[in-house]
């Protein structure tokens, strides 16, 4: 039986921001933390919708035409194809889900390298 993930010990292990780190898979997906602080870049994933749940601090989805506020344990799916930036107001830890392969900024050219922690 595998051991249960502990994720604030996964965030514990680095510092890097917008830097993934998969702790676990399931169903052909990625489950993912990661610490952010300020903005993120624009981006859209057009094969897949975007999965933010807010662990610990606060977070800002922008979109192009508003925005989602959200706090610790609040969640956001972001659909595919829509355009989005993350601003983490301070420091912030989310949990994400996606497909495994899915680069973080919808384009393999500029994405960062997932690791696993």
Same mark, same amino acid.
């Given at each position: 039986m595998p051991d249960p993930v502990n994720?604030?010990?996964?965030l514990a292990t680095f510092g890097q921001r917008w830097s993934p780190r998969i702790v676990s898979r399931f169903n052909g997906h990625d489950v993912m933390v990661v610490k952010g602080?300020?903005?993120?870049?624009?981006?859209?994933?057009?094969?897949t919708d975007d999965f933010f749940l807010v662990l610990q601090g606060h977070?800002?989805?922008?979109l192009r035409d508003g925005e989602v506020r959200? +706090?610790?344990g609040d969640l956001h799916v972001v659909p595919r194809g829509v355009e989005h930036r993350p601003?983490?107001? +301070?420091?912030v830890h989310l949990l994400l889900i996606?497909?495994?392969g899915t680069p973080n900024t919808g384009d393999e050219a500029t994405a960062a390298v997932k690791v696993v922690a």
């Open positions: 994720l604030a010990a996964k602080e300020g903005e993120f870049v624009w981006h859209a994933h057009p094969d977070l800002t989805i922008q959200l +706090g610790p601003v983490a107001h +301070g420091e996606e497909p495994a």
